[in-house]
Structures are given as C-alpha cells and as structure tokens.
C-alpha cells in the first residue's frame, strides 16, 4: 500500500492544476485515522472558537468577541479546514486577492491531531488556490516561530504591523 501523506500530496498536486474537487478525503501518515481537506465549506463561529481553543492559539485570538470572530469568518475569503470523523481538527484563515497577496491569519490544528502533517497540508491546499504570482505573508505566533522556516518559508526582514485605532506619528 502507498505511504498515506504520498496519497495527501498528489491530491493537493491536482488541485495546483487546477480539477480539484472541492474535498478531498485522505488518510493521514498513521493510516489509522480519515482526513478529509475542504476550501468551501463553511463553519460556524462555535466550531472556529472551539477549534482554535483545542489547538492552543486560541490563548491569542480574541475568543471573548463573538462580534470580532464572526467579522473573521464572514470577511476571510479563503478558508482551508481538516475534518476528523466529522470533527473540525484543521484551519487555515487567509484573506486573499488570489493573486498577489494572502495573508494566513490563523493556522490551527487541535493539539490531539498536532504533527501528523495536518499544518503542512491546509497550508498546500491554500497554496493551490492561489496564482502563481501570489505569496502567502503571516506573522508566526511564538510557539510556531520554528515551524515556518521548517516549511520553506523564508523570514521577511521588513515587516510592518499598526493597530488600526493609533494615530500615525
Ligand atoms: C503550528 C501548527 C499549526 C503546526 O501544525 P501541525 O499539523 O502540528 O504540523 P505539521 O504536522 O504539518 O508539521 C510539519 C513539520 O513541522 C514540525 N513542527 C510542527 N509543529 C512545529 C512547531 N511548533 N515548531 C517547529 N516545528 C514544528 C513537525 O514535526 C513536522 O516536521 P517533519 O516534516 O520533519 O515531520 C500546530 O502545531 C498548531 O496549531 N500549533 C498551535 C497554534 C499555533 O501556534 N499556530 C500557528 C499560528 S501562526
């Protein structure tokens, strides 16, 4: 039988081409347990909390303001989630024009699921959606500062960020 994350990889592979299907069902590297991937399906706010409480980025991400959370679903436009026997695992928040910029805002995975190469693969898939012009831009959070670099992404030297309610100086 062939190694699962080679499954995982060519699925995501024929999306880059373009026939994807809007999900995919594959079995993770433990063989053991079905992960399925999706770029269109919507979740509920409930389930965005819950999966980002389970992952542990849920410390920095503003869990007590359902109005900010729902603002986080409804504006992101491409939302890349896993689902284990129908439990959201997996997300990947970005918000995108396709073709130049998208800016990966969360990456979570429940901490039961963590390193079996479910990171890895949201990050592909939303990869596979975007043009060949466009880069992914995220600002790591402390305990993923290694993670990224492990990925191929390479650290910006010049990255900016003001909170929308400062005066400019
Ligand atoms: C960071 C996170 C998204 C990674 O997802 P994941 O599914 O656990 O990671 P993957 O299985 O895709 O890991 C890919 C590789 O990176 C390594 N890796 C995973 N998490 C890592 C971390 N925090 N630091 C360094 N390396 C890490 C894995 O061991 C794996 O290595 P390998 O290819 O040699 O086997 C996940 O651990 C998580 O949700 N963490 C808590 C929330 C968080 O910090 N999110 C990032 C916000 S910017």
Redesign the pocket.
């Known amino acids: 039988m062939r190694p699962a994350r080679q499954t995982a990889r060519e699925v995501i592979c024929r999306g880059r081409g373009g026939a994807v299907a809007s999900r995919e069902t594959i079995c993770d590297d433990v063989g053991a347990m079905i992960i399925e991937y999706a770029f269109d399906r919507p979740i509920s706010v409930d389930a965005f909390a819950d999966v980002l409480r389970r ?3 849920g410390e920095r991400r503003p869990l007590e303001d359902r109005a900010c959370l729902e603002a986080m679903l409804g504006h992101a436009n491409l939302l890349c989630t896993a689902w284990a026997d129908g439990l959201l695992v ?1 997300v990947a928040r970005s918000v995108t024009d396709f073709a130049y910029c998208c800016y990966l805002s ?4 429940d901490e039961r699921h ?7 693969e949201l990050i592909r898939l939303t990869q596979s959606r975007l043009g060949p012009r466009a880069k992914l831009i ?4 402390p ?2 500062v ?2 990224y670099p ?2 191929g992404f390479e650290r910006h030297p010049s990255a900016w960020t003001i909170a929308a309610d400062r005066p400019l100086a």
């Open positions: 992952s542990t980025l997996g969360d990456l979570a995975v963590q390193r079996r190469g479910i990171g890895r995220l600002l790591a959070a305990k993923a290694d993670y492990r990925l």
